[in-house]
Nanobody, 127 residues
């Protein structure tokens, strides 16, 4: 069982930056693929980015087109934590951001493929 706790959300002006953190419990964190999703009011939960590590400790990341070049996902396996650095924020980035985890190292952008979810953290970008 993995528990995920997000933090770092808040209110920021357009063009600003925020860094979200997701702390995970569990001793096998490094073997999980970690991801961030977001959900705006009245919309579906959308993939933002994911990160995985292979057997030789090479990290791989994947991003939604809407955030490429602006958001960076990273992880610190020693701290069981995954991060989402968000820059050049836009009002359309406003959403509740969720951290998710799945067993295995294969990327997927499908929310239903993830086994564990955090409670979410609100990000609001004002224009």
């Amino acid at each position: 069982q993995v528990q995920l706790v997000e933090s770092g959300g808040g209110l920021v002006q357009a063009g600003g930056s925020l860094r979200l953190s997701c702390a995970a419990s569990g001793r096998t964190f490094s073997s999980y693929t970690m991801a961030w999703f977001r959900q705006a009011p009245g919309k579906e939960r959308d993939f933002v980015g994911s990160i995985s590590r292979n057997e030789v400790s090479t990290y791989y990341a994947d991003y939604a087109d809407s955030v490429k070049g602006r958001f960076t996902i990273s992880r610190d396996d020693a701290k069981n934590t995954v991060y989402l650095q968000m820059t050049s924020l836009k009002p359309e980035d406003t959403a509740v951001y969720y951290c998710a985890a799945k067993t295995g190292r294969i990327f997927t952008t499908t929310a239903t493929s993830y086994d564990y979810w955090g409670q979410g953290t609100q990000v609001t970008v004002s224009s």
